[in-house]
Structure formats: structure tokens, C-alpha cells
């Protein structure tokens, strides 16, 4: 059924109105602030334990030989 699929729309896209300005009030912090890389998440300690188990390998496969 994927052969059905188009890959590339058939009509051109609607020319979209720019949203209206918004007010900034003196003082207010914008939402969008970033973060100083403190993020933890799961896929982090996944990448950690997969990179702790393979110096792990490393360092045993070496001890035996």
C-alpha cells in the first residue's frame, strides 16, 4: 500500500498569515529560556550503561589474556 502514497503533496500550500505581535511586559522572561545542559533523561543513562559495560568487557577480555 505504500506504492499508493504520495510522497510530495499535489497541491501548493496555502500562504499562512503572520501571527498577530505580541506585547512583552517589562520584566517578564520569555518561556523559551534555555537550559544550561542539565538535562537527564532516560537515554542518557542508557548511553552511560552501554558505555560502562563495554570497558567493562574491554577490561575483563583483557585480564584473561
Do not use: H, W
Not at 500562504?15 to 518561556?31: M, R
Not at 529560556?33 to 577480555?61: H, P, Q, W
Request: glycine share 6%.
Amino acid at each position: 500500500m505504500i506504492g499508493y502514497c504520495p510522497l510530495e503533496d499535489l497541491e501548493p500550500p496555502m500562504k499562512q498569515q503572520a501571527p498577530p505581535p505580541v506585547s512583552v511586559e517589562k520584566g517578564a522572561k520569555p518561556e523559551t529560556e534555555k537550559r544550561n545542559g542539565l538535562e537527564e533523561t532516560e537515554c542518557n543513562y542508557v548511553v552511560m550503561a552501554f558505555i560502562v559495560g563495554v570497558l567493562f568487557l574491554a577490561v575483563s577480555d583483557s585480564i584473561r589474556a
